[in-house]
């Protein structure tokens, strides 16, 4: 029996390379700029709406991920390396990967002064299995059998089965922790490094400095003004202008006008969010795996990195799991550009000269073009693929994995496991291609209950060889995230599961005016 | 004579302001049903939007009947049409407060908007379309006809745009987004203002100076300013106390139109300088299909351009003798 957690020891390693990996940093910041406290920014996020909440199981956009990472705590925590730590728990541990204990960090307190129970964070997490409630986690949370306070600081979970990422999971915003019976959402009683001192949805979200934060010295600045701002040519030019001082989401073809100016900086984040061509294997003719085959050679990967987002990406490979990420497979061969194997897979099968709608749009990013380029290079093999450009409003909810050959757009995961079973699962409701391999849904179940890491490696490895083989969906590239920021504005770094820092910068950035 | 006339026009007045009233709550009436229907026939409903991508069956199920979106559509629309009658606009369905409140925060925004750039607009488009008027065909008019004339044809998004990046980014003057708070003094107000004022103003400027020439020209034709010029009276005394009061009407008709865009046409100046006025909240409602909110904006929007050709109409009447006797 392994009395210290696979994770746990992990997060020790980890810890260590994280380090490491500072002093080699080139850039200087981090050893020229020594934190210190006071400052005051405004930071521009991508959105901003009546729907804004501060509800972290309602949370539906970057804007609402950051508001909460801003003002609660989870029970873990994950930084650049992927890698969850324990946060509001002091231990997190577990023999079976089923039944896991956790041991609640003493002596932190919430907003109004109360400290935080084990009540506390059954109440938080439970509370996602209520429909009325409309978590966005209502799923992941269905593996809570059973959440339960064994002592004043001290929560069992079980699982309903065995599953090595629950501390990656609890990492998430969602499941961040409430103080037990929180009601009203006006204002929030978190844990976090910031105390909300004006929300207003759709406005702003205004933050100051929690003096009594549990995390030693952090966080650093006194202030912090949360906006919104859509349109992303009014983003830049409000960082250009001054009048914020770090923005999310900047396009890249505004990465010359901030590299141009000399008070600002760009921060790019390698990430796992990709926009997919989808080839429904239930429908005709996309079904026909020699059509797989066909439109995956038909796509140049190096054209959309360059032209669609000016070198901002990473190329992919037809299969859902990043270079960066720790159970990577480097083996794979990369499927490249090749018209003579296109069409010879399209007489295969037997779909030479035929007509087909593509659906792209504006929802899905990069789609348009990316359908665009694929009918000029269709064209030269004998597919005439007629490029059918449908509005962002709704698409999500009509256009969807609706038709035979479509696109779709999927965010970073924490994990390989939530990604495989939300995506690529036989059964799972987002199965965009709805491909079917029983071997690789078995191979999904027993990676979740694994505890031993390289066995893990191995079992995702065949799985990316799997989707990378057969499944109904091409991933050209993996698109990075770029933020702008102020100069005077320290301590990011790239985390790759979202802009800001995976959405997590507020606690770690200190302001050297 | 003089106050028989007075007294009938006052009448008249009334009357027709009467009927308007009545009309216009027919008016609002049929715009509340037709922006219901056209909303139920959006894909999705607001469960759907609140819950995204992630939404299980029951979720939705659930949410829409805290929502009250299970009721069948005319249930609904009676439900909050009753609400409305009574002075209560309902709940907003995302935001989770009563519409009256999410509402109160924006519309001051709108309005006072709308009014500092009518106290600029209104001012500069009669000194445009008069001064253009009396220099009819002269340099000055020629040289102001232009500068209208490629005021209306540049779309506001473009002159947004290009003032942000010569008045924020390269001089520094003024903020790029307009940021309101409550805590804000009217100083900072004004310079985060003074940009959407100014992109607003030169669309609706151009517009009504247009529309003022085109009035006094056409008054300065008639007998009765030839009459005036021979008997020797100064041309702006001619301008001011001869053809004004007959051109009036059509001048307030066309600024009512112009005023009646400031509220509910801003939303493109609204998104590019993040102004939290009442366009981009309704945009916001219909994104998120929430319709108490949509139908509350709707109904703002219609009322206020419903009551700004009512102040048109009056005036018209008040300042024409011959419809005052009527």
Known sequence: MDDISALSRRGLIGAGLGLGAGLLLPDGAMAASKPRRGGRIRVASLSSSTADTLDPAKGALSTDYVRHYMVYNGLTEMGGDLIARPALAERIVSNDQTIWHIRLRKGVTFHDGASLTAQDVVWSLLRHKDPAVGSKLATIAEQFAEVRATGKQDVVIRLTGPNADLPAILAQSHFLILRAGTKDFRTANGTGPYMVSQFRPGVRTLVRRNPNYWKSGKAWLDEIELIGIPDEVSRVNALLSGDVQLVIAVNPRSTKRIMASRGHGLLETPSGLYTNLIMRQDQLPTGNAHFVAAMKYLIDRPLIKRALYRGYATIANDQPIPPFHPYYRSDLPQTSLDLDKARWHLQRAGLSGVRLPVYASPAADGSVDMASILQEYGSRVGLNLAVNRVPADGYWSTHWMKHPLGFGNTNPRPTADLLFSLFYKSDAAWNESGWKNPRFDRLLLEARGEADQARRKQLYGEMQGLVHHHCGVGIPVFISLIDGYDRRLKGLRPVSLGGLMGYQFAEHVWWEG | ?326
């Open chain 2, 1 to 326: 004579m003089a106050g028989a006339s007075t007294s009938s026009g006052a009448k008249a007045a009334f009357v027709l302001i009467g009927k308007r009233l009545a009309s216009s709550l027919l008016t609002l009436l049929l715009v509340s049903v037709t922006i219901f229907v056209i909303a139920q026939l959006l894909p999705g409903d607001a469960a759907q939007e609140a819950l995204g991508q992630s939404a299980t069956v029951e979720q939705v199920a659930a949410l829409r009947h805290e929502m009250g979106l299970d009721r069948p559509a005319p249930v609904r629309y009676i439900s909050w049409l009753g609400g409305m009658v009574s002075g209560d606009p309902g709940q907003s369905l995302v935001a989770n407060m009563p519409v009256s409140e999410v509402i109160s925060s924006r519309l001051p925004n709108s309005l006072l908007l709308a009014a500092l750039t009518a106290l600029v607009a209104v001012p500069v488009a009669l000194a445009i379309g008069i001064g253009s008027a009396m220099n009819r065909g002269g340099r000055i008019d020629r040289a102001l006809n232009i500068t209208t004339l490629s005021m209306v044809a540049v779309p506001e998004f473009l002159v947004a745009t290009i003032a942000v990046l010569i008045f924020s980014v390269k001089l520094r003057w003024l903020p790029s987004i307009a940021l309101v708070s409550d805590e804000m003094s009217w100083g900072d107000y004004l310079r985060g203002a003074a940009m959407p004022i100014l992109c607003l103003s030169i669309v609706v400027i151009a517009q009504m100076a247009r529309m003022t020439r085109a009035a006094v020209i056409d008054q300065m034709d008639r007998p009765y300013v030839e009459m005036a010029v021979l008997k020797g009276v100064a041309p702006v005394q001619v301008v001011l106390k001869h053809i004004m009061p007959n051109a009036i009407a059509p001048i307030v008709n066309a600024m009512a139109l112009s005023l009646s865009y400031l509220l509910g046409g801003a939303v493109i100046v609204e998104t590019i300088f993040n102004y939290p006025g009442l366009a981009s909240l309704m945009v916001n409602a219909v994104t998120s299909r929430d319709m108490p909110l949509l139908q509350a904006c709707a109904m703002i929007f219609c009322a206020a351009y419903l009551i700004l050709m009512l102040i048109a109409d009056v005036t018209a009447i008040l300042a024409n003798p011959r419809l005052r006797a009527q």
